[in-house]
């Protein structure tokens, strides 16, 4: 990869530290809070298509009913009101909105300058104090290009040049003069981390820690363990309630603050990592320590371990076919997402990471899918689709809300013009929370930004 890619008060203090809580009475005490607010939808009624519903069912000749931003309603026998905006979908399909699970849109946005590289904090190997979100420029075009390849929800991470990079932020694809006005209500945060050749090669030339893969994994521990002592000062005053005296209230540090997040696991931890005996040791240090691995990012060899991540029911976020760029990515092959998905609870992603890559999910999705089928494994359609919905969903602690088309879930839904796995296919339509922002045939339901000059137009 290129060098960019390395590239209340005790209450309230909690409340802070995870920046995940769902109650709207603790809203405007959190910090950077969500103010994301779904836009004005009609009652429709999707009918007539072929319908993947991310659960693993497909519905031909299904309906989609979507009423209040929800899924009301879905399969081949679902009545609407009268004042319903009806859409034939006959010949085409439908598909939950895709969701990519690691993106750097609006830290590194388009046009790509340096100005606007903000994703890496190449200041020191941990910077878990750092944010994703307060580098999200909202304007990226970038957003307008996913929406347009059927991309509702994302996770936006830090770079991978740090063992700890900080914290991601998951986002609804949504125009927005704010990043706040894009965040999901209530995800939780997400760690950063990154073992293997960028941390050593960002710091070890200048004789700095780590040096070597000896180091990467000092560091994490040392990191734990200095976090497991903050977790404890806090929690011994906490529990002392009222009879705790303010003076002695510890101090806060955000960097310990994300870490012992993890630790309550109230963060979700996201693992740039390639090799497989890597992941097996990172596995190792949070059994030590006592947090979980939400996801494997990259993770070019995690075939070789499918039936570990399985078990311990971690996913992998992959890419199709990127191989060979780097030593550490030299083992990759196009039947890892197959592969990883195979076993019982394997929780295989197809992840972009790229500003290109995540216009195409489903044709990426389609690649692995394909790769997959001559290696023997006889992956459907409504199994591939979950690689770019209800899987990434579930790494980013969304699933609950969206991620599948199921009734009361979000309304993130897509229209394709055919088979979402076939090269010419393309998305005709894109909901979300039931809103129609997004059609290829209205240009008046396309975002349109003055940095888009220039750009060529997606779909020409």
Do not use: Q, Y
């Given at each position: 990869m290129s060098s960019r890619w390395l590239v209340a008060p005790l209450v309230t203090l909690l409340l802070a530290a995870c920046g995940s809580s769902t109650d709207p009475q603790d809203t405007e005490r959190t910090p950077f809070a969500s103010t994301y607010q779904p836009l004005p939808s009609k009652t429709t009624l999707i009918e007539n298509a072929t319908v993947l519903t991310g659960t693993g069912e497909r519905i031909d000749g299904g309906s989609v009913l979507l009423r209040d931003g929800r899924i009301a309603d879905i399969g081949t026998r679902v009545s609407a009101p009268r004042d319903a905006v009806r859409i034939d979908a006959e010949g085409r399909w439908v598909t939950p909105g895709l969701i990519d699970a690691h993106s750097h849109l609006g830290v590194y946005p388009s046009p790509s300058v340096g100005p606007h590289f903000d994703g890496n904090e190449i200041t020191g190997n941990n910077t878990a104090g750092v944010w994703a979100e307060h580098a999200v420029w909202p304007q990226d075009p970038g957003f307008d290009t996913a929406l347009a390849g059927g991309v509702t929800s994302m996770l936006i991470l830090p770079g991978s040049a740090n063992l700890f990079g900080g914290r991601g932020v998951t986002l609804k694809n949504v125009p927005a003069v704010t990043y706040q006005a894009m965040k999901f209500p209530g995800a939780p945060h997400a760690l950063k981390m990154a073992c293997g050749e960028n941390p050593k090669r960002v710091y070890g030339p200048g004789r700095q820690t780590p040096y070597t893969r000896m180091g990467n994994v000092y560091g994490y521990r040392s990191a734990w363990i200095e976090a497991e002592a903050y977790r404890q000062e806090w929690d011994d005053w906490l529990a002392l309630g009222e009879e705790a005296d303010p003076a002695d209230k510890p101090q806060r540090d955000l960097k310990l603050e994300t870490l012992a997040g993890v630790l309550r696991g109230d963060i979700l931890v996201h693992n740039h990592c390639y090799r497989g005996d890597e992941m097996a040791t990172m596995l190792e240090i949070a059994d030590e320590f006592g947090y979980k691995i939400t996801a494997f990012h990259h993770a070019v060899e995690a075939y070789k371990i499918a039936d570990l991540l399985a078990e311990r029911e971690v996913c992998a976020a992959l890419w199709a076919d990127w191989?060979?760029?780097?030593?550490?990515?030299?083992?990759?092959?196009?039947?890892?997402?197959?592969?990883?998905?195979?076993?019982?609870?394997?929780?295989?992603?197809?992840?972009?990471d790229d500003e290109y890559g995540i216009q195409r999910l489903n044709q990426e999705a389609a690649k692995a899918m394909a790769a997959g089928n001559r290696a023997g494994l006889d992956i459907a359609p409504e199994q591939a689709i979950?690689?770019?919905?209800?899987?990434?969903?579930?790494?980013?602690?969304?699933?609950?809300?969206?991620?599948?088309?199921?009734a009361g879930?979000?309304?993130?839904?897509?229209?394709?013009?055919?088979?979402?796995f076939s090269v010419y296919t393309l998305a005709d339509q894109v909901f979300i929370d039931g809103a129609r922002v997004y059609d290829r045939h209205d240009p008046s339901r396309q975002p349109q930004r003055d940095f888009k000059l220039g750009i060529l137009e997606v779909n020409s």
């Open positions: 191989w060979g760029f780097k030593m550490e990515a030299f083992d990759g092959i196009r039947e890892n997402i197959a592969m990883v998905d195979a076993p019982a609870k394997g929780c295989a992603i197809v992840h972009s979950r690689w770019v919905t209800a899987n990434p969903a579930k790494a980013l602690g969304i699933l609950d809300r969206t991620g599948t088309l199921e879930k979000m309304a993130d839904v897509v229209i394709w013009s055919g088979d979402p």
